[in-house]
Nanobody
């Protein structure tokens, strides 16, 4: 059974930091590119960051460059998103996503709330 389980979300003050984690199981994790998306109710899901299967290549949405860092540990089947200098507008559900060709999987999401 394929699973992507996110954790690490919560309440943080503006300017604060959070580290999200995503644990993959039931598929060949190291073969898959991994991404983090986020979604606000009533809006489309937005790509935040991606990392290649080996971790050698990363991409970020312009809005998070130099503040967010995506990383992975294929030995542990984990992908991470370090988020710094968070803004209230980044309150959203954050989703982990795995993709390899036509095969893709979503996690259930973790809520991140940025508020004072």
């Amino acid at each position: 059974q394929v699973q992507l389980v996110e954790s690490g979300g919560g309440l943080v003050e503006p300017g604060g930091s959070l580290r999200l984690s995503c644990a993959g199981s039931g598929f060949s994790f190291s073969w898959y590119a991994m991404s983090w998306y986020r979604q606000v109710p009533g809006k489309e899901r937005e790509l935040v960051a991606s990392i290649s299967s080996t971790g050698g290549s990363t991409n970020y949405a312009d809005s998070v460059k130099r503040r967010f860092t995506i990383s992975r540990d294929n030995a542990k089947n984990m992908v991470y998103l370090q988020m710094n200098s968070l803004d209230a507008e980044e309150t959203a559900v954050y989703y982990c996503y795995a993709r390899r060709g036509g095969s893709n999987y979503w996690g259930q999401g973790t809520q991140v709330t940025v508020s004072s």
